[in-house]
């Protein structure tokens, strides 16, 4: 079993849906929740993190998260064909000394 | 500010040759991470750093990649008598001091393209 799983897509929506992107992840100790976005040839750049449970919102993105079903999310509202990109979910214990990344979700979005 | 460098952005070895990648983190981050992404995959964890301890070095695949950081700056990852599986986009992060809101935020440097023939 990975530790960090994600569905690997393609996911497609048109342009100014909401792209709800998921993550379950196996072990109950970890504390930190973090999505990266990576485009086509290039190095991942921070999305959003989140520690605690509940749902946390910057700009267009928010992050969602349950640690009693080990289940982290990231909604995109208003999605632009920009957003367009593979989509990783990485989880950390409390010390940040590993990360364990999924292995991505790809978006398209659609004009 | 500049971001994190890696260098060299592309090594094309040959088999059994060893090769060594460089990372140069962003001034003042004390944590720096070593990754190895495969075409499509995921980024699959190697080793951390914090200062110039590595303390966990079971993500390192084989006993052929070590690992080394000096000054709590700049570190190389090598990797001894390559082969064709090593063939990877090797990437490295760094991470600033445990501010508020920043822990475990990590940024990216644009990674190395190795290809072992």
């Known amino acids: 079993q990975k530790e960090v799983e994600q569905n690997s897509g393609p996911l497609s929506v048109p342009e100014g849906a909401i792209a709800s992107l998921n993550c379950t992840y196996s072990?109950?100790?970890?504390?930190?929740f973090f999505w990266y976005r990576q485009y086509s040839g290039k190095s991942p750049e921070l999305i959003m993190f989140i520690y605690s449970n509940g749902d946390k919102e910057d700009g267009r993105f928010t992050a969602q998260l349950n640690k009693a079903s080990q289940y982290v999310s990231l909604l995109i509202r208003d999605s632009q064909p920009s957003d367009s990109a593979t989509y990783l979910c990485a989880v950390s214990p409390y010390n940040f000394n590993k990360f364990y990344f999924g292995s991505g979700t790809k978006l398209n979005v659609k004009p | 500010g500049a971001g994190v460098s890696q260098s060299p952005s592309n090594k094309v070895t040959e088999k059994g040759k060893d090769v060594e990648l460089r990372c140069d983190p962003i001034s003042g981050h004390t944590a720096l991470y070593w990754y190895r992404q495969s075409l499509g995959q995921g980024l699959e964890f190697l080793i951390y750093?914090?200062?110039?301890?590595?303390?966990?070095k079971s993500g390192l695949p084989s006993d052929r990649f070590s690992a080394e950081r000096t000054g709590g700056s700049v570190s190389t990852l090598t990797i001894q008598r390559t082969q064709q599986e090593d063939s990877a986009v090797y990437l490295c992060?760094?991470?600033?001091?445990?501010?508020?809101?920043?822990?475990?935020?990590?940024?990216f440097g644009p990674g190395t393209r190795l290809l072992v023939l």
């Open positions: 750093f914090q200062g110039n301890s590595a303390p966990d």
């Open positions: 072990d109950r100790g970890s504390q930190s």
């Open positions: 992060a760094s991470s600033p001091p445990g501010l508020a809101g920043t822990f475990g935020t990590q940024y």
